[in-house]
T-cell receptor, first 116, second 118 residues
């Protein structure tokens, strides 16, 4: 079963508008972490924002905010005031711990296109 | 501060040939990861090192893939022999593990090596 689901293969937004990228996750572990990464065409994964399962408030980093709804197991990324440079692939990931070892499990990603 | 360095950026080989990828993590980072990213997919972990020790290699196809991290710094990932299905991007990442997973452990990624097997 998929642990991270990103249901939007592609999204379009006008420059300066806000956009929400969806992410749902599946885990039975009470302690987990959720990440969003941006991957431009150059290939590197750029860390954007993190939300811990015990964090009381939604995480924010500049124009990025994470809409964390624990009961729904969703961790949507909100980008405010979109810029042309925001066009990229966006990946949601969950930190998974197994036997003392940790790894990130990624979703399939959403391709965001910002139109001028 | 220099980021994670990977080389080569692109590699084209014929099937059955060997290939090797190199990764230099961020200075001081004790944990190093190799990920495989197929087209249209998110990265999948192949192997994770803490210093010199491979602590998670459960997803590494050991019949043809091998990796090493000598002296706990640079790492090399090798495929021998390469198959058509190995065409993908191979990403290296590093992080600083402080001994507990109670806080987030940001991973810094390199630009990746795009492998094409003909």
């Amino acid at each position: 079963a998929q642990k991270i689901t990103q249901t939007q293969p592609g999204m379009f937004v006008q420059e300066k508008e806000a956009v929400t990228l969806d992410c749902t996750y599946d885990t039975s572990d009470p302690s987990y972490g959720l990440f969003w990464y941006k991957q431009p065409s150059s290939g590197e994964m750029i860390f954007l924002i993190y939300q811990g399962s015990y964090d009381q408030q939604n995480a924010t980093e500049g124009r990025y905010s994470l809409n964390f709804q624990k009961a729904r197991k969703s961790a949507n990324l909100v980008i405010s005031a979109s810029q042309l440079g925001d066009s990229a692939m966006y990946f949601c990931a969950m930190r998974e711990e197994q036997g003392g070892s940790e790894k990130l499990v990624f979703g399939k990603g959403t391709k965001l296109t910002v139109n001028p | 501060e220099a980021g994670v360095v990977q080389s080569p950026r692109y590699k084209i080989i014929e099937k059955k040939q060997p290939v090797a990828f190199w990764c230099n993590p961020i200075s001081g980072h004790n944990t190093l990861y190799w990920y495989l990213q197929n087209l249209g997919q998110g990265p999948e972990l192949l192997i994770r090192y803490e210093n010199e020790e491979a602590v998670d290699d459960s997803q590494l196809p050991k019949d043809r893939f091998s990796a090493e991290r000598l002296k706990g710094v640079d790492s090399t990932l090798k495929i021998q022999p390469a198959e058509l299905g190995d065409s993908a991007v191979y990403l290296c990442a590093s992080s600083l593990y402080g001994g507990t997973w109670s806080s987030y452990n940001e991973q810094f990624f390199g630009p990746g090596t795009r492998l094409t097997v003909l």
